[in-house]
C-alpha cells in the first residue's frame, strides 16, 4: 500500500517539497534550542522530592536499625535501604545490595566483576576468548555501550510486543558457550515501552545456558514508573525462577534516579544468595561503603512501597500529559500520511518512532539544524547501527509543555520532508 508522497504526481511532489522547504525555513529562522536527547525529568519532577533534603539536619538522628549512616561500615547498604528495595523489587532484603547513585554504576561493576575475576567460580571473561552478550533491539544505548567498552561483542535480538525473540534467545543461549549475558528492560522498555509477557519471563526462568556463568542482566528501571491505571503487571522474575527451580541465573537493577533526584540517590542488586554473597565480596575491594547518608533521607522519605506508589501517581500527573502531548501531535500531522509508526506506552520514559526505510539519520539531522536535540539515529541498537535506519527515540519529559509542542512541530515537518526526498530521489534513481 503506498504513502502519501508515493501517490502523488511530480508535480505535487514538486510542490510539497517547495512547502516543506518554506516551513523548515521558517523554523530555523527562530534559531530554537530544545532538548528532547535523553530521558531526564522535568525540573517539577524533581521538585517533588525537595522535601527529601530536610531529612537530615544538624540534629537529626544518624542511626537505622542499629547502624550509623555517618560512619564507616555496612557496604552491602543500610538496612532499611534493603528492606525498601526489596519490597519494591519483590525479594527478600539479603538478596539485594544497595549502591549509590544511578544503576548503571552497579551494572558496570557487576560486568567489571564477571569480567576480571569471573562468575561463580567460572574462569574470567577476559580469559575466555570471545564474549557475546545479546541485546534485544531497539533498546537502551547506555547498555549496549558498557559491554562494548569491555571489547564484548553485541548481538541484536529482535523486540516484539511482549518481549525479545525468546525462541532465538533460546537457540543463542543454549547452544553457545560465548554468550554470556542479556540486556532486559522487562517493564516499559527503553525505548519501545512494551512489558515483557508472563510467558517470556517464564521463557527466561527456564533456560539452560551452555555457559555456567551466563546471566540475565534484568534492568528494572521503570518497575513503578507507570503512566495510567491500570497499569502494565510484570511477573517476578525472582518467582518464575522459584517455579522453575533455577538459581544463579538473574541480576536485576533498578535505582531511584527517575524517582527523586536524578545521579543523587541509590541504586541496586538483586540477586541469589550465591551471587549476592559473590557480588557482596567483588564490592568490597573498591569501596569501603556506599553514601549512607543519602540512603537514608531517602529512605526517611520514600518510607515504603505504598508511599512510593503516592509519590509515583504525583510523577505521572506531570508526565502523563507530556505523553498525550506527543501521541496527538503525531497522530494529527502524520497519522494519515503512512509513512511513520510510534508506540503508545503505559509508563515509562520514551516513545519509540519509526519513520520510512533510510529515514532516521536524516530526520535527526534536519532537527538539529533547526534546533532541536534528540538521540542520535541508530543510538537503540548495538553500534549505533540501526539496520532499516528507522528507530528514533522521543524523550517527551524534560522540555516544557510549550517547548514540547514546538519541538514536535519542528520533528514533524522534518520527517514529512524527509519522506517526500526519499520518494524524490527514488523516482530520479
Known amino acids: 500500500m503506498s504513502n502519501y508522497y508515493q501517490s502523488l504526481t511530480d508535480s505535487q511532489l514538486d510542490l510539497e517539497l517547495v512547502v516543506l522547504e518554506q516551513q523548515i525555513s521558517e523554523f530555523r529562522s527562530k534559531n530554537l534550542t530544545l532538548d528532547m536527547a535523553r530521558g531526564k525529568p522535568h525540573s517539577d519532577q524533581v521538585d517533588l522530592s525537595r522535601p527529601l533534603l530536610d531529612m537530615l539536619s544538624s540534629s537529626a538522628d544518624f542511626i537505622d536499625k542499629g547502624v550509623d549512616a555517618a560512619n ?6 543500610l538496612p532499611s535501604a534493603r528492606q525498601l528495595a526489596a519490597e519494591l523489587l ?5 538478596r539485594v545490595l544497595v549502591g549509590d547513585s544511578a544503576s548503571l554504576s552497579i551494572m558496570y561493576d557487576v560486568i567489571d566483576n564477571a569480567f576480571t575475576r569471573g562468575i561463580g567460580g567460572c574462569e574470567p571473561w577476559y580469559k575466555q576468548g570471545k564474549v557475546t552478550f545479546l541485546c534485544p533491539s531497539p533498546g537502551y544505548d547506555r547498555h549496549f555501550a558498557l559491554t562494548a567498552s569491555f571489547g564484548i561483542q553485541n548481538v541484536p535480538i529482535e523486540l516484539g510486543e511482549d518481549g525479545p525473540n525468546m525462541d532465538e534467545v533460546c537457540r543463542l543461549v543454549e547452544t553457545d558457550a560465548s554468550v554470556k549475558g542479556i540486556w532486559c528492560v522487562p517493564k516499559y522498555a527503553n525505548p519501545t515501552g512494551i512489558t515483557y509477557s508472563d510467558e517470556v519471563v517464564r521463557r527466561f526462568a527456564s533456560l539452560k545456558p551452555a555457559a555456567p556463568d551466563f546471566r540475565v542482566y534484568w534492568d528494572n528501571a521503570y518497575c513503578v514508573h507507570d503512566l495510567v491505571e491500570p497499569h502494565d503487571e510484570l511477573l517476578n522474575i525472582f518467582d518464575a525462577l522459584e517455579e522453575a527451580g533455577t538459581t544463579n541465573l538473574v541480576y536485576e537493577f ?13 541504586s541496586w542488586v538483586a540477586a ?35 508511599h512510593v506508589t503516592e509519590h509515583m501517581k504525583k510523577h505521572a500527573a506531570l ?11 503525531l497522530e494529527a500531522g502524520l497519522g494519515t500520511l503512512g509513512i511513520a509508526s510510534w508506540t503508545r506506552p503505559q509508563g515509562g520514559y520514551f516513545i519509540s518512532f519509526d519513520g520510512p526505510v533510510g529515514s532516521a539519520q536524516a530526520i535527526v539531522s ?27 527515540r522521543i524523550a517527551p519529559t524534560f ?18 520532508y524527509s519522506a517526500a526526498r526519499l520518494e524524490k530521489q527514488s523516482r530520479q534513481a
Not at 564507616?72 to 547498604?77: K, L, R, T
Not at 565480596?281 to 540512603?295: E, G, I, L, T
Not at 538521540?375 to 535506519?389: L, N, V
Open 399 to 416: 522540555p516544557s509543555m510549550e517547548e514540547l509542542s514546538q519541538a514536535l512541530d519542528v520533528f514533524i515537518v522534518c520527517v514529512k
Open 366 to 392: 534536519l532537527a538539529a539544524e533547526l534546533g532541536v536535540k534528540m538521540t542520535s539515529a541508530g543510538a537503540t541498537w548495538p553500534y549505533g547501527k540501526d539496520p532499516r535506519d528507522t528507530n528514533i
Open 90 to 94: 519483590g525479594v527478600a532484603p539479603n
Open 319 to 329: 508526565a502523563r500529559p507530556r505523553f498525550e502531548l506527543v501521541c496527538s501531535k
Open 72 to 77: 564507616y561500615g555496612c557496604p552491602e547498604g
Open 254 to 266: 533498578a535505582s531511584t534516579s527517575k524517582i527523586t533526584i536524578p545521579g543523587a540517590g541509590m
Open 272 to 306: 541469589s544468595d550465591d551471587d549476592i554473597a559473590e557480588l557482596a565480596a567483588a564490592f568490597s575491594f573498591h569501596r569501603v561503603c556506599p553514601n549512607k547518608m543519602v540512603q537514608l533521607a531517602h529512605v526517611r522519605f520514600l518510607q515504603d512501597a505504598q
